[in-house]
């Protein structure tokens, strides 16, 4: 099976950065989309940005301009890089994967969360 990995989670004040880490491991012959997602108090899951293989990326309208998703492809990896913060992305941050695994006789699709990690922005 494929495990996530994350990382860079922490408390920062309003107008502060932070930089969040995904580092997928398994039997994986590709990565087809990687997505962020956040969850705060009270509210449901949403997407943050998904960033396909091709490099196409997309984001909430509320992080747009401010997020940026990237990606290692030699270390299996997507980042989000997070600036300007606000009180309002205060959240667990869920890391999220659409794989192709090794598999016999053929390889087969494979979807993975990670465990999430959280960010707290105080004003």
């Known amino acids: 099976q494929v495990q996530l990995v994350e990382s860079g989670g922490g408390l920062v004040q309003a107008g502060e950065f932070l930089g969040l880490s995904c580092v997928a491991s398994g039997n994986i012959f590709s990565i087809n989309t990687m997505h962020w997602y956040r969850q705060a108090p009270g509210k449901q899951r949403e997407l943050v940005a998904a960033?396909?293989?091709?490099?196409?990326?997309n984001y909430a309208d509320s992080v747009k301009g401010r997020f940026t998703i990237s990606r290692d492809n030699a270390k299996n990896t997507v980042y989000l890089q997070m600036n300007s913060l606000k009180p309002e992305d205060t959240a667990v941050y869920y890391c999220h994967a659409d794989l192709t695994i090794r598999q016999l006789p053929t390889p087969v699709d494979y979807s993975c969360w990670g465990q999430g990690t959280q960010v707290t922005v105080s004003s």
């Open positions: 960033l396909t293989s091709g490099g196409n990326t």
